[in-house]
């Protein structure tokens, strides 16, 4: 019965959602986390989608693998700020690349990706409940 | 004269397979709708209820994982959806609120396949306990 698959499915596209909800928690929670190097200043990370192939499901169906988390190239913040506790040698301070704006818009889409992957697995057990009733009405 | 139950249940029971297919194409779609370069798929119905109704797939079981997928099925029910906007520069064609409407339309159809087939089933009930 493929409705059963719809679990795995809709199972795999939440986990993938919430991966990307803890990255841009992260990503916010260290908007703010300076350091004195560029080495160890945190950098935006981001997960990659990937559809899923899998030999146990139909061809049909995919699931969502997340390939891996990758950490943003775009350039640091670098302040000068002698009297910063955390300042080099020279004066500055590092920030992360991390843009907030659009971690909370990625915030906004994965949290609605999330729930409408909710919706489709309530779905389908509605239909599966109602298929187990049939006849018996 | 001889019952055939097959008979009996018409086309609903396949129609009903042919949904549940679909339903899983379908949430496919909407969990990779963030995936990079995926495309959106569905179900040819017409297609996919005739090859059901013939039921024509053979398929060669696999002891191996090294052994190759050898399946006789001629299944072209599943075909790839025109995206009705250009490219968002992922590669990606999926549309989620189209493929929600898809979705629900979909399960209100199995529904009703569902409630000919209760109808079929509560017909013969009718029939077997002579109307009492």
């Known amino acids: ?136 009405r | 004269m001889a019952v055939s139950l097959d008979k009996a249940l018409g086309i609903h029971q396949h129609a009903l397979l042919v949904r549940s297919e679909r339903a899983e194409v379908i949430a496919s779609n909407i969990a990779n709708a963030d995936t990079p370069g995926y495309k959106a798929k569905d179900l040819d119905f017409a297609d996919a209820l005739a090859n059901a109704q013939k039921n024509q797939s053979y398929k060669m079981s696999k002891t191996n994982d090294k052994h190759f997928d050898l399946s006789f099925d001629i299944d072209t029910s599943n075909k790839y959806r025109n995206p009705m906007q250009p490219d968002t520069g992922d590669g990606n064609s999926v549309d989620v609120q189209v493929e929600r409407n898809m979705f629900m339309q979909n399960s209100m159809e199995y529904q009703a396949s569902l409630q000919f087939l209760n109808g079929k089933i509560k017909a013969m009930k009718k029939a077997l306990s002579g109307g009492q």
């Open chain 1, 1 to 136: 019965m493929s409705l059963y698959n719809v679990f795995d499915v809709s199972g795999s596209g939440m986990s993938a959602q919430s991966v990307r909800l803890n990255t841009t928690a992260s990503n916010i929670a260290n908007a703010n986390s300076v350091s004195s190097s560029i080495d160890e200043t945190y950098r935006a990370r981001h997960p990659v989608f990937s559809a899923e192939m899998t030999k146990a499901m139909s061809d049909q169906a995919r699931g969502v693998n997340v390939l891996g988390i990758v950490e943003s190239d775009a350039p640091l913040n670098i302040e000068h700020n002698p009297n910063h506790p955390m300042a080099d040698k020279d004066g500055y301070v590092y920030k992360p690349n991390v843009n907030v704006v659009e971690e909370m818009a990625n915030m906004i889409s994965a949290s609605r990706s999330y729930e409408t992957n909710v919706q489709v697995a309530d779905a389908a057990k509605q239909m599966l409940s109602k298929t187990l009733l049939m006849g018996q």
